[in-house]
Nanobody
Framework: QVQLVESGGGSVPAGGSLKVSCAVS????????MGWFRQAPGKEREFVAA????????YYADSVKGRFTISRDNGKNTVSLQMNSLEPEDTAVYYC???????????????????WGQGTQVTVSS
């Protein structure tokens, strides 16, 4: 089993920055992909970014490329998402996810991930 706990959400004005983090406990993460998804009210959950724990390969949604950066800290077992130049459209609940069967063909699909955190709210005001 893998437990995921997000932290760091909050409210910022447009153009501001936030960092959300995900503390991971449980199994060894060497074979896992870690992802961030978000869900705005009335919308489907959508892929934001992902990282392969071993090797650090990263993936981003087109809407956040150049603004968001995903990273992991092996020593602390955490995955973080640094969000810069935030826009009101980034407002959503952000979820951390982990999966062992994720690969480059399905890294963007929420169905590929086995474990989820409880989510943290990010609100960007115009």
């Amino acid at each position: 089993q893998v437990q995921l706990v997000e932290s760091g959400g909050g409210s910022v004005p447009a153009g501001g920055s936030l960092k959300v983090s995900c503390a991971v406990s449980g199994r060894t993460l060497s074979y896992y992909y870690m992802g961030w998804f978000r869900q705005a009210p009335g919308k489907e959950r959508e892929f934001v970014a992902a990282i392969r724990w071993s090797g650090g390969t990263t993936y981003y949604a087109d809407s956040v490329k150049g603004r968001f950066t995903i990273s992991r800290d092996n020593g602390k077992n955490t995955v973080s998402l640094q969000m810069n130049s935030l826009e009101p459209e980034d407002t959503a609940v952000y979820y951390c996810a982990a999966g062992t069967t994720v690969g480059f063909t399905n890294v963007f699909s929420f169905g590929a991930y086995d474990y989820w955190g409880q989510g943290t709210q990010v609100t960007v005001s115009s």
